[in-house]
Every structure is written in structure tokens, then in C-alpha cells.
């Protein structure tokens, strides 16, 4: 079946720094792809709608110079967290549709902590 | 705006008990209602619904749909400590794939 791989599954980084995350398709190509994030004891609310080779769309409140995305080919989107601090500790997850199937498809989850 | 409530919040049974959970939901150009339940990590899918009145079944889960209504619940039978997470409804609306999530319930099941 359809997989979806995130990398890295956990991070921790200092203040200040930046955090990339990958998100990629593994056996089909994705157009879309979506980011998540859920902090503790809370649902997943969508940040931002990533599309291959344009600008994403993010979501009211999302602040797009700090979290920027690339969908820079069919496979792969990531999300950087620029300048962290510790209130950007969260759970971060995509997801990716693939062509023909009625769900979307979720990676692992990336569970980042900054301190 | 589009939004997905899910009742109760959290939820505490015993072994073999049944539990039902609830998700009832407002969004313009509704396309299907998903059900995930989450342990530790990412979400594990369980079922996809787009019509009223269906029942999917899967061993001790079943779920239905209520169009009319907007709402669909979650039934859990037998209930086992394994059941034990956080069961998210979320709501796709049409010409789009991404999804609108509840609150999520946070179920225990203690043996």
C-alpha cells in the first residue's frame, strides 16, 4: 500500500536554531501535501497546504516566514521551523493523497522539542 | 466555519464494557467523515464514511453516518486495554483532501 515517510520521527534543538522536516512519498506522487501539528492533549489542526512547485497555503495564524515549506519535487515536501523557541514544541505530521484513493495518507509524525 | 465537535472529551470504562463516541460536525460541501485512532504517534485509520445509514464494521468497531443529522458515531464493544487511546473524527470537505479534526476523545480502558 500507499506509505508516507517523515523524517525525523524526534528532534530536539536549541533555541533560536532551525528544524527541518521531511515529509516524502514513497511509492506514488503527490501534488498536495499536507501539514499538521498538535500539541499536548490537543487534535491535529492543519498548518499549511503544500503544493508542488508553487507557493503553499497556509492556514489563518500560521506565520509563513516561520515555518517555511518546499515542495521542491512530486516526492518530497519539507517544513522548516525557523529561529525555534520552546513554545514551537509540538507534534508535527503530514499527510499526502494519492490519485484514486478516497483518504489521504499520514506519515509518522515528527515529535519536536525545543529547548 | 467549518468545524468538527466530538463528545465526551475523555472517557474512563472497564474491560468488556461498550462505548460509543460521538462526532457531530458543521462544513460547507461535505465529502466524507474519517475516524483514526491515535496511541503514541501518528493516527491509525479506521474507517471512511460518505453515505447516511451504512454501518462499517471491523472486528469490535463499527461506525455509521447521519447526513440528515451531521453526525456519526463510533461504536467500541467488548472493550480491551489495547482500545485505550485517542480516537479522532475528522471531516473532509469536497475538492479537497485535507481534513478538518475534532477535539478527539481520550479513551481508557482499565482492566
Known amino acids: 500500500g500507499a506509505v508516507v515517510s517523515q523524517h525525523p520521527s524526534w528532534v530536539i534543538c536549541k533555541s533560536g536554531t532551525s528544524v527541518k522536516i521531511e515529509c516524502r512519498s514513497l511509492?506514488?506522487?503527490?501534488?498536495?501535501m499536507f501539514w499538521y501539528r498538535q500539541f499536548p492533549k490537543q487534535s491535529l489542526m492543519l498548518m499549511a497546504t503544500?503544493?508542488?512547485?508553487?507557493?503553499?497555503?497556509?492556514e489563518q495564524g500560521v506565520e509563513k516566514d516561520k515555518f517555511l515549506i518546499n515542495h521542491a519535487s512530486l516526492t518530497l515536501s519539507t517544513l522548516t521551523v525557523t529561529s525555534a523557541h520552546p513554545e514551537d514544541s509540538s507534534f508535527y505530521i503530514c499527510?499526502?493523497?494519492?490519485?484514486?484513493?478516497?483518504?489521504?495518507?499520514f506519515g509518522q509524525g515528527t515529535r519536536l522539542t525545543v529547548v | 466555519e467549518d468545524k468538527v465537535v466530538q463528545s465526551p472529551l475523555s472517557l474512563v470504562v472497564h474491560e468488556g464494557d461498550t462505548v460509543t463516541l460521538n462526532c457531530s460536525y458543521e462544513?460547507?460541501?461535505?465529502?466524507?467523515l474519517l475516524w483514526y485512532k491515535q496511541e503514541k504517534k501518528a493516527p491509525t485509520f479506521l474507517f471512511m464514511l460518505?453515505?447516511?445509514?451504512i454501518e462499517k464494521k471491523s472486528g469490535r468497531l463499527s461506525s455509521i453516518l447521519d447526513k440528515k443529522e451531521l453526525f456519526s458515531i463510533l461504536n467500541i464493544t467488548a472493550t480491551q486495554t489495547g482500545d485505550s487511546a485517542i480516537y479522532l473524527c475528522?471531516?473532509?470537505?469536497?475538492?479537497?483532501?485535507?481534513?478538518?479534526f475534532g477535539t478527539g476523545t481520550r479513551l481508557k480502558v482499565l482492566a
Open positions: 499527510s499526502a493523497p494519492r490519485q484514486g484513493d478516497t483518504e489521504a495518507f
Open positions: 511509492d506514488f506522487q503527490a501534488t498536495t
Open positions: 503544500s503544493n508542488e512547485g508553487s507557493k503553499a497555503t497556509y
Open positions: 462544513v460547507t460541501n461535505f465529502r466524507s
Open positions: 460518505t453515505s447516511s445509514g
Open positions: 475528522a471531516v473532509q470537505p469536497s475538492g479537497t483532501y485535507k481534513y478538518i
